[in-house]
């Protein structure tokens, strides 16, 4: 039976394989070494609330502001 620990080593892995595409002294490799504890931290203390945040902010609808700035990250 898989769990959010499964899902959490699957995406853990793919965050390794873009980590090795970058230098480790740059501050892209260092935000996403950051990003993947604070994954590891929700998934082990605080999963089921991370969920609820994930649910909230899918459903939510983005300002036109918001969606014009994601437009400009390439993000939409």
Same mark, same amino acid.
């Given at each position: 039976? @898989?769990?959010? /620990?499964?899902?959490? *080593?699957?995406?853990?892995?793919?965050?390794?394989?873009?980590?090795?595409?970058? #230098?480790?002294?740059?501050?892209?490799?260092?935000?996403?070494?950051?990003?993947?504890? @604070?994954?590891? /931290?929700?998934?082990? *203390?605080?999963?089921?609330?991370?969920?609820?945040?994930?649910?909230?902010?899918? #459903?939510?609808?983005?300002?036109?502001?918001?969606?014009?700035?994601?437009?400009?990250?390439?993000?939409e």
């Amino acid at each position: 039976m @898989a769990t959010h /620990f499964d899902e959490y *080593e699957k995406q853990a892995r793919q965050l390794e394989q873009i980590a090795k595409t970058l #230098s480790k002294k740059s501050a892209k490799y260092a935000a996403l070494k950051r990003a993947a504890w @604070a994954l590891a /931290f929700v998934t082990m *203390e605080h999963h089921s609330k991370f969920q609820q945040f994930l649910s909230d902010q899918e #459903s939510r609808q983005l300002s036109p502001r918001q969606q014009r700035h994601l437009s400009k990250l390439g993000l939409e």
